[in-house]
């Protein structure tokens, strides 16, 4: 199984960048995932997460900025970021969440068992 984070770049303070993550040994739509992000020095944090059914769910942090969607092949998911501000500069990564896990836990990262390698994402003000 391999994840593959992509569409990562320098942008300024209000633009707007998508990054993709392309699977390959799964297909996203038999699973629930999620992008996360991290700076130096911190945990990795959760941004947002589209379920099995197609359901989302976000960060405070990001919600009503960010969309998380998923293509009818199952084998892309996306996060289109707008609005974006200099905290938002992290790199991104996306998982794919373990099957026996249960809903509650899509905020923890301790629950995804497969990860991209992750994407920077620099906001300059």
């Known amino acids: 199984v391999q994840l593959q984070a992509s569409g990562g770049g320098l942008v300024q303070a209000g633009g707007s960048l998508r990054l993709s993550c392309a699977a390959s040994?799964?297909?996203?739509?038999?699973?629930?995932v999620g992008w996360f992000r991290q700076t130096p020095g911190k945990e990795r944090e959760f941004v947002a997460t589209?379920?099995?059914?197609?359901?989302?769910a976000y960060a405070d942090s990001v919600k009503g900025r960010f969309t998380i969607s998923r293509d009818n092949a199952g084998s892309t998911v996306y996060l289109q970021m707008s609005s974006l501000k200099p905290e938002d500069t992290a790199v991104y990564y996306c998982?794919?969440?373990?099957?026996?896990?249960?809903?509650?836990?899509?905020?923890?990262?301790?629950?995804?068992?497969?990860w991209g390698q992750g994407t920077l994402v620099t906001v300059s003000s």
């Open positions: 998982a794919a969440r373990r099957l026996d896990t249960s809903d509650a836990s899509y905020v923890k990262s301790w629950s995804y068992n497969y």
């Open positions: 040994g799964i297909t996203f739509g038999g699973r629930h």
């Open positions: 589209i379920r099995r059914s197609g359901n989302t």
